[in-house]
């Protein structure tokens, strides 16, 4: 069983760039599927990227995020990332990371936080005008 734990969170200014990262103890990522979701305060939790399980060769993105966000894996550290670029004030939230425990021959991104079993504590992300 899997324990994520996200990283990489802090404060920064509009137009500016962060890195978040997940990684595990107790599993090997490789064989999950992966999100990024964030939640504003008092709005509902959004999806941000998703990723296929082992290869990262498919992944899918939020309509607010296209363009600015990528989501990678590292199998070899066990890490998802999540590289945000231009960073917009509209971006502040806590990011969570997600997983999904999937076949072998699963090639499934997952956009819908019911569809993930293991979630992280969240970091905070904040960007100021």
């Known amino acids: 069983q899997v324990h994520l734990v996200e990283t990489g969170g802090g404060l920064v200014q509009a137009g500016g760039s962060l890195r978040l990262s997940c990684t595990s103890s107790?599993?090997?990522?490789?064989?999950?599927?992966m999100g990024w979701f964030r939640q504003a305060p008092g709005k509902e939790r959004e999806f941000v990227a998703g990723?296929?399980?082992?290869?990262?060769?498919?992944?899918s993105y939020g309509d607010s995020v296209k363009g600015r966000f990528t989501i990678s894996r590292d199998n070899a550290k066990n890490t998802v990332y999540l590289q945000m670029n231009s960073l917009k004030p509209e971006d502040t939230a806590v990011y969570y990371c997600?997983?999904?425990?999937?076949?072998?021959?699963?090639?499934?991104?997952?956009?819908?936080?019911?569809?993930?079993?293991?979630w992280g504590q969240g970091t905070q992300v904040t960007v100021s005008s």
């Open positions: 997600a997983g999904r425990r999937v076949s072998y021959s699963s090639s499934s991104v997952y956009r819908s936080e019911y569809e993930y079993d293991y």
């Open positions: 107790g599993g090997t990522l490789s064989s999950y599927a």
């Open positions: 990723i296929v399980r082992w290869s990262g060769s498919t992944t």
